[in-house]
T-cell receptor
Framework: ETGVTQTPRHLVMGMTNKKSLKCEQH?????MYWYKQSAKKPLELMFV???????ENNSVPSRFSPECPNSSHLFLHLHTLQPEDSALYLC???????????????????FGPGTRLTVL | KQEVTQIPAALSVPEGENLVLNCSFT??????LQWFRQDPGKGLTSLLL?????REQTSGRLNASLDKSSGRSTLYIAASQPGDSATYLC???????????FGQGTTLQVKP
């Protein structure tokens, strides 16, 4: 596998289900991201992890719970979602040489293919 | 607050035409600007990244320019092909927040 992979590619779940999205990067990067892409809206940053530590939570509801067990893997745990949470969820990674010093992540981000989530 | 706007929202051209996609941003405090391509239902593919100190970048038939002071970037596609049909997204790395801020994209259709 190369680049950034995401599983599953498609997910349909009920509002009471619990599911998880998985992202894996094979690029040796030290920062990973979750983005949400809803219809008719620009991509929105949800979470940033640098060196396995969450450094950004962009006002995301608690029904979305990220986990980063190591620098190559990122999960997004989902529970009691709403129909308006239906969207394409994209994972990305980048290599940031100045982590923690300037509060931002500035290098080129590489994206996975996304998980298309439908909440019934 | 940084906002990114892409015009037009959709574009349909015959094969072979040269075309320009526009991106504007409200805050010139950026580290770089990236152009992405997104095929329907798929993830993003990075096309070009322009650092704030640069004026343009080229890759094959693609050329992206950046005018940071006026808050504009253009993506020029030469000799368009049906395989270029996709949504093109512009994103700026804000130097205030360190976040990548996206436009809504331009959906391009190149007809054979």
């Amino acid at each position: 596998e190369t680049g950034v992979t995401q599983t599953p590619r498609h997910l349909v779940m009920g509002m009471t289900n619990k599911k998880s999205l998985k992202c894996e990067q094979h690029l040796g990067h030290n920062a990973m991201y979750w983005y949400k892409q809803s219809a008719k809206k620009p991509l929105e940053l949800m979470f940033v992890y640098s060196l396995e530590e969450r450094v950004e939570n962009n006002s995301v509801p608690s029904r979305f719970s990220p986990e980063c067990p190591n620098s190559s893997h990122l999960f997004l745990h989902l529970h009691t979602l709403q129909p308006e949470d239906s969207a394409l969820y994209l994972c990305a990674s980048s290599q940031e040489p100045n982590l923690g010093t300037s509060g931002g992540w500035y290098n080129e981000q590489f994206f996975g293919p996304g998980t298309r989530l439908t909440v019934l | 607050k940084q906002e990114v706007t892409q015009i037009p929202a959709a574009l349909s051209v015959p094969e072979g035409e040269n075309l320009v996609l526009n991106c504007s941003f409200t805050d010139s405090a950026i580290y770089n600007l990236q152009w992405f391509r997104q095929d329907p239902g798929k993830g993003l593919t990075s096309l070009l990244l322009i650092q704030s100190s640069q004026r343009e970048q080229t890759s094959g038939r693609l050329n992206a320019s950046l005018d940071k002071s006026s808050g504009r970037s253009t993506l020029y596609i030469a000799a368009s092909q049906p395989g270029d049909s996709a949504t093109y997204l512009c994103a700026v790395h804000s130097s205030n927040t360190g976040k990548l801020i996206f436009g809504q994209g331009t959906t391009l259709q190149v007809k054979p």
